[in-house]
């Protein structure tokens, strides 16, 4: 086979590898806040200043710096639905590799080395292939790093560009460090002068200002930076080979040193972002998608074209990473709820008329889906956004204990919670009217939330509704109360019907109805 027709062989390969990463499912329960915004947005033709979606927060300031992505997310979602979102994401996915493989047409690339850069990015970008604003953010910064490595820059195109950049996300910063880089390499690599680079940045600096925030924009940027949110939410933290979705990144980190270090002399700018980039992935899974840019543009510098057998072998490791990363994952479908308790939701929402004036406490990631299906009529306990990142550690100090539980609970005037089913279970002794003691596991929830004020009313392998006796209707809670078929608790329902305290009709009707509401 000639080379021609090799390249030509590995690049299709490389292209079928990111179509399989492009039509994965939407998934990020972040979207659906966004969407909200973008709703609230639409109706009051302004960019919100204050929190409206929630009770815990409501009127407290809110820097939204995500306004402009929203508007166009809930205009995807308003033309075509959920379908409108999922093409929005491949749309953006393009968008974001397309001056990725410009680089390397830049710098005359053969196509198995355009083909090496596209499973390379894909690595990379695995464990963010979903619809977020970071895409946009992604797209933007290998734009800018396409223009500084093929030595262009204007005041005029840094002005505009972060003019809109700090309208659709507070990451606008990482692309004015590039600028740093390269004024930094302008010394050492051809082509650049540090007098354009100046006036660029110097126009991207000012073009960062053109928000509804100003200045203010930056201090949502330090929250962040300070924020130790990686503790609790799996993405804001480092990459871990432990979560199937980053071995693929892993990869790409190891690939991208090494490009790194051998394009240190004809690239020096780009191996100096890919080596920070791939550090503070490291740190924090959410730099990904730059160090994504970073590595194929050191690829684009090596004088060295990788051999066809070589970006073969390459291929297959990056198939089978990206193969093992989503295997499980929802095929056909253009939404996985995998992080949504969807059909918990659904039944909320179908009891609106309850749950609307109950002060509902949510799971942290459901608060945007919960949220987006119950406008207008009701308010969550919080959501994604970074106001509502210090209920983390709140929360799993609330969970350390049934008293702690309660605690909170008291605390936040709750009505009604959705919650996780967590499958842990406490040791209880059960006294029975001859004296005798039988020693158990019964499920966590019996003592957190004690049955003398909280009634079960719906619950699957994911989720749980608990509802405070004395804030429902005693008509709804008789009809919807679980009294007998709750979750994790089978080795006290089995000793109950051995000794004949069950009534067995009551419990199969529970049975019946818990599956029809689940799915099951």
């Known amino acids: ?119 390379l990015w894909c690595c990379a970008i695995l464990a963010q292939a979903d619809l977020r604003v970071d895409l946009i953010s992604a797209a933007l910064f290998a734009v800018i790093a396409r223009r500084l490595e ?11 560009l972060f003019g809109l950049w700090a309208n659709v996300h507070a990451a606008f910063p990482v692309g004015l460090a590039l600028y740093g880089a390269y004024f930094l390499g302008a010394r050492f690599q051809r082509g650049l002068k540090r007098k354009d680079l100046g006036a660029e940045a110097c126009g991207a600096l000012l073009g960062g200002l053109l928000n509804p925030a100003g200045i203010h924009i930056y201090s949502v940027i330090a929250l962040h930076c300070i924020d130790p949110v990686g503790r609790f939410i799996g993405e804001w933290g480092p990459v871990n080979w432990r979560m199937g979705f980053h071995l693929p990144r892993i990869a790409a980190l190891c690939v991208g040193a090494a490009l790194a270090w051998t394009a240190r002399r004809e690239s020096p700018a780009m191996s100096l972002c890919a080596a920070v980039l791939g550090a503070a992935t490291a740190i924090s899974s959410r730099f990904g998608l730059y160090f994504a840019v970073a590595a194929v543009g050191c690829l684009s510098a090596v004088s060295v ?31 996985s709820d995998v992080y949504v308790a969807r059909r918990a939701v659904d039944f909320i929402v179908s009891q609106r008329e309850v749950f609307a004036p109950l002060r509902l406490f ?62 842990e279970r406490l040791p209880t002794t059960r006294l029975y009217p001859d004296g005798s003691r039988r020693e158990m596991m019964r499920p966590w929830y019996l003592s957190y939330l004690p049955r003398e004020r909280w009634a079960l009313v719906w619950w699957d392998d994911k989720a749980m509704v608990f509802v405070d006796r004395t804030k429902a209707p005693s008509p709804w809670l008789y009809a919807r109360e679980y009294r007998l078929w709750r979750p994790g608790d089978f080795e006290a329902l089995s000793d109950a019907l051995a000794r004949g305290e069950i009534d067995s009709v009551s419990l199969e009707a529970e049975k019946q109805r818990q599956r029809a509401e689940s799915g099951r």
């Open 362 to 423: 949510n799971t942290y990631e459901w608060g945007g889906y919960l949220g987006w299906r119950l406008w207008p009529d009701g308010k969550v306990y919080g959501d994604g956004r970074y106001l509502f990142h210090h209920q983390l550690p709140e929360l799993q100090q609330a969970l350390s204990g049934p008293k702690p539980f309660q605690d909170f609970i008291a605390r936040n005037r709750l009505d009604a919670i959705l919650i996780r089913a967590y499958p």
């Open 1 to 119: 086979m000639s080379a021609l027709a090799e390249g030509g062989a590995l690049r299709a390969w490389a292209i079928a590898l990111a179509l399989f990463v492009f039509s994965l499912p939407l998934f990020s329960p972040d979207l659906f806040w966004h969407l909200s915004a973008g709703r609230w947005i639409w109706a009051h033709a302004a960019v919100p200043r204050v929190d409206s979606f929630s009770f815990t927060l409501q009127g407290s300031p809110w820097i939204d710096f995500e306004w402009l992505a929203q508007l166009l997310f809930y205009g995807a979602y308003s033309a075509a639905g959920l379908r409108g979102l999922w093409v929005l994401k491949v749309v953006l996915l393009v968008c974001a590799f397309v001056p990725v493989d410009g680089l390397l047409r830049d710098k005359g690339a053969d196509k198995t080395a355009r083909a090496c850069g596209l499973a």
């Open 150 to 160: 093929s030595g262009r820059a204007s005041f005029l195109f840094g002005f505009s």
């Open 305 to 335: 074209r990788p051999k066809a057998s070589w970006a073969a072998a390459g291929l297959v490791i990056a198939s089978i990473l990206v193969g093992t990363a989503t295997r499980g994952m929802e095929w056909g479908a253009v939404f």
